[in-house]
C-alpha cells in the first residue's frame, strides 16, 4: 500500500466503470496518455491486466469485476471522510441530497420536505431516484444518500431508523354505483368489482395471509396503470376498485370526491425504515435532513417514531 500512490482510486474507479479508457479518463479529467499510464501501474500492483481492450470493446477480468464493489465501497468512505463537516448550517449550505425512495413516499413524504426547505434550508436542494430502478445497493452506488423503503427490502450493515407504518386500504369514487355510500366493501363485492392496479404492485407486502392472498390475486383487473399518482383520475366517474395505502388514499380523498374502504380480508401492516451508510453516521447535513422526514411524518400521519 505505501508503495501504491492513493490517488489511483480514482483513475481504478473510473476504469472499472467506464466503457473506455478514454471515458475513464473524462471523468477524472485526465488525458489519454495519464490514464494509460496509471492503467499500467495499477496493472502493475495487482499483477493483472483488470481490463482487456478487444475489438473496440472493454471487457474487465475476473479479479476487475471483484474490485468493482469493494473499491465502490472504499471510494464512499474516502468522499465522505474528506466531505465531512462538524458544522451544518440549512439557511446556507448549498448541498443537494439524493434520495430513493418509493412512489407513493415521494408524494407523501418528500413534497413536503421540499416545500418546507424553501424557507429553512433555500439553498439546497434534493434530488429523488425511484425505488425501482435497482436493488437498493445499487441505488447507493449511484450516489443516493439516503434510502427510504419497506422494512423487508432493507440492506444489511446499514444504519437504520424505523420512519413510519402503513396498511392497505381500498378507494373509489364517491359516486360509484354500489359502493359509493358506505365506508366497507364485502368480500362478494370486492370479488365482482373490476379493479384498477398500479405498476409495481407487490401482492404479497399488502396481504396478512394466505386467504388474502387469494382474493387479491383473483381480482378482475380492468386497467393497469403506469403511477398510483394517475389512480384518483382513473376512479373518478367510474366504478373501478383501487388497493393501495391507506396514508395515500386517505390523502386523496381529503382534497377529492374519493371515499377510503376497510378491506374484506386481513392486511399486513408494513413498516417503512430509512437506511444510510455507516461513515454518514455522524454527517450533520443527512442527521438533519432525516429530522424533517420525521417531523413530516408526526405531522401528516399522526404517528410517533416507532
Known amino acids: ?17 467506464a466503457p473506455t479508457l478514454t471515458e475513464a479518463g473524462r471523468r477524472v479529467r485526465l488525458s489519454q496518455s495519464a490514464m494509460s499510464h496509471a492503467l ?10 483488470l481490463v482487456i481492450h478487444s475489438a473496440g470493446d ?12 469493494e473499491v465502490r465501497r472504499v471510494m464512499r468512505e474516502v468522499e465522505g471522510t474528506f466531505n465531512y463537516a462538524l458544522d ?3 439557511l446556507t449550505s448549498e448541498q443537494t441530497v439524493t434520495v ?30 425511484p425505488l425501482t430502478a435497482g436493488r ?27 420512519i413510519l407504518t402503513d396498511r392497505a386500504s381500498s378507494m373509489v369514487w364517491i359516486g360509484h354505483s354500489v359502493l359509493g355510500a358506505g365506508y366497507e366493501i364485502s368480500e362478494e363485492q370486492y370479488r365482482a368489482a373490476r379493479h384498477v392496479v398500479a405498476q409495481g404492485e407487490v401482492t404479497s ?42 396514508w395515500l388514499f386517505q390523502h386523496y380523498a381529503s382534497i377529492m370526491p374519493l371515499r377510503v374502504l376497510t378491506l374484506p380480508f386481513a392486511t399486513k401492516e408494513t413498516m417503512f425504515v430509512a437506511q444510510w451508510a455507516s461513515h454518514r453516521q455522524r454527517d450533520p447535513m443527512l442527521a438533519w435532513f432525516i429530522e424533517r422526514i420525521e417531523a413530516c411524518v408526526e405531522r401528516t400521519q399522526g404517528l410517533q417514531r416507532p
Open 1 to 17: 500500500m505505501h508503495r501504491l500512490n492513493l490517488n489511483l482510486l480514482y483513475p481504478l474507479h473510473a476504469i472499472l466503470h
Open 40 to 49: 499500467r501501474r495499477l496493472r502493475e500492483h495487482f499483477r493483472d491486466d
Open 58 to 69: 472493454q471487457h474487465l477480468t475476473p479479479l476487475g469485476m471483484a474490485l468493482r464493489a
Open 88 to 90: 451544518f448550517d440549512p
Open 100 to 129: 430513493a425512495a418509493p412512489e407513493f413516499l415521494e408524494q407523501m413524504l418528500l413534497g413536503p420536505v421540499l416545500r418546507d426547505l424553501s424557507t429553512d434550508a433555500p439553498g439546497m436542494s434534493v434530488r429523488i431516484l
Open 136 to 162: 437498493p445497493q445499487d441505488l447507493l452506488d449511484r450516489g443516493a444518500d439516503l434510502l427510504l423503503l419497506p422494512q423487508e427490502s432493507a440492506v444489511d450493515r446499514l444504519e437504520t431508523l424505523p
Open 205 to 246: 407486502r399488502l396481504a396478512a395471509d394466505e386467504r388474502a392472498e387469494r382474493i387479491l390475486k383473483a381480482r378482475r383487473i380492468g386497467m393497469c396503470t403506469t403511477s398510483q399518482t394517475t389512480l384518483p383520475a382513473l376512479l373518478i366517474g367510474s366504478d373501478l376498485v383501487a388497493t393501495g395505502s391507506v
